[in-house]
């Protein structure tokens, strides 16, 4: 006589609300969680209530330190991106203080820096709530940034009213590549950069009539950003198929 097939077990029931989801949550993803929170609250903090030198003060520290400085301005642009300071205004103080290229690379370093780091402290410590907690809705945007990422990305990054803390954080919560991310980053940050570089570096001059450099460099970078992204995504395309 046979005996009867084994049943599979019966599938784990979802949880019935968000609370629920809540309290079913590992401790170490809640602490993780709980700290992400915590840094962006710190930054918000930090960044309201701090004073900031003025040129002539952080010019002189420069000139007295050497490149160490410069190392230092520049993971001090970088940890600035991860609390809601406005990039702009980094990317016209790097201009105001190195001038138009050596503004440029000093804004384009950190800036990407910057970028990293909010894209790896997010998906490290608030990705698995994220997982863990999407209803429906939420899922299927997500899946549609996994396959868009790039794209997502570089549309935020040229898109002036998105913040570039947002996108980071958004980046790394959501499950697009790395690559994707870091592509779409680097494309998307070119144009504004080179145009707010440009205006901190001739500011002196565009009260006298100077047309800031930036001003003639903007169409060529954004001509190339836009064909650099429709080619990988013509590669990328050529590879799917």
Known sequence: MSSAPPQDPAPARLPRSRTAALRRLPARTTRRAVLLVALVVVGCAVALTSDVPDVATLRAWLADVGPLGWAA????????????VPRTALSVLAGVLAGF???????????????????????????????????????????????RGFLAVLVGRLTPIAPFTAVSYAGGLSGMRWRDY?????????????????????????????????????????????????ALRRRRTGLAG
């Open 73 to 84: 301005l520049v993971a001090a642009l970088a940890l600035a991106t991860l609390a809601p």
């Open 101 to 147: 290229w050596g503004g440029l690379a000093l804004a384009l370093t950190s800036g990407l820096l910057g970028a990293a780091a909010g894209f790896l402290l997010a998906r490290r410590l608030g990705r698995e709530v994220v997982t863990r907690l999407a209803g429906p809705r939420l899922a299927r945007a997500d899946a549609r940034l996994s396959e």
């Open 182 to 230: 870091l592509a779409g980053t680097a494309l998307g940050v070119v144009p504004g950069t080179v145009l707010h570089v440009g205006i901190g570096a001739t500011a002196g001059t565009v009260g006298a009539g100077g047309a800031p450099l930036a001003l003639s460099l903007v169409p060529f970078t954004v001509a190339l950003v836009v064909l650099g992204a429709v």
